[in-house]
């Protein structure tokens, strides 16, 4: 398979070359864009690296990587992901996992992660079970809707009366994080369930352009700010008005019970004066 990123694609080709020579390596597995047939000059190589259950604790990830270009930068970030930037620019994620629990581990991705081509998207298989279990990914499994619905409800009441407090506060920059980082990916995600466009579920910020509808686009500008105090207020306010008809689109839809009173106490909280 080859993609728009000619760069991407032969930096793949180099790391199937790796793996099959590196007897410490059980499986590799591509996912992200590349998988999906979207990557680009921008995009990232994103990778799982199954070791060998006996040789995990002693295999040196940047030494690996080194191998495919050289490194500008290589750390284990946040989420215990080695990420990299290679002297190109092109970054790369690599999960660096024991091949026993790590393959077994790829079929509960169902909903989350989807490999149309499975066998692409595998580099390497030593023993078989990597791509039974890619395989299980093949076919795309949208999200269960009425217990998904309620759980996005559910969090942006929360997560929105938090805002609400720390506003009450004076923590403006508290609250403009809480807003971008926090709601904002929640009311994409639950806008996705209800226009039936979940394919890019883990970032629903992904394509938004092309894949929501124009009423949905202009809902989500209004509810960013600059870090100013009156428009965070201001943002917090629309972003609750949104998160509030969201809400009612998929209790009509889902027949979910929604917490009414706790809405309005909510939106009391917002609209009080400073």
């Not at 791509?131 to 559910?154: C, I, K, M």
């Amino acid at each position: 398979m080859r993609s728009a990123s000619p760069a991407l694609d032969d930096r793949i080709d180099r790391l199937r070359e790796l793996a099959h020579a590196d007897p410490r390596l059980e499986g590799v597995l591509l996912y992200g864009s590349w998988t999906v047939g979207e990557a680009d000059a921008h995009s990232d190589i994103e990778a799982y690296l199954y070791i060998r259950d006996d040789q995990a604790d002693g295999f040196d990830g940047r030494a690996f990587l080194e191998q495919l270009a050289p490194l500008r930068l290589a750390y284990t970030n946040m989420w215990g992901i080695l990420a990299v930037v290679f002297d190109d620019l092109m970054r790369g994620e690599f999960h660096l996992t024991p091949a026993g629990p790590g393959i077994d581990e790829v079929p509960t991705w169902q909903g989350q992660i989807h490999l149309p081509r499975p066998d692409d998207a595998v580099l390497l298989d030593r023993t078989g079970r990597l791509t039974r279990a890619a395989r299980q990914l093949a076919e795309f499994r949208p999200r269960e809707p009425v217990s998904t619905a309620r759980q996005l409800t559910d969090e942006l009441a929360n997560w929105t009366l938090m805002v609400a407090h720390v506003l009450a506060r004076g923590e403006i920059a508290r609250a403009h994080a809480a807003l971008h980082i926090v709601v904002a990916p929640l009311q994409l995600q639950l806008c996705r369930l209800l226009r039936d466009s979940t394919a890019h579920w883990l970032t629903p910020s992904r394509a938004l352009e092309q894949e929501l509808p124009a009423a949905d686009r202009e809902r989500y500008v209004a509810v960013t700010a600059t870090a100013r105090e009156q428009e965070v207020r201001r943002a917090a306010r629309e972003s609750w008005r949104w998160s509030r008809d969201l809400a009612g689109e998929a209790a009509a839809r889902w027949a979910l019970d929604l917490p009414h009173e706790l809405h309005e106490q909510i939106t009391g909280l917002l609209d009080a004066p400073r």
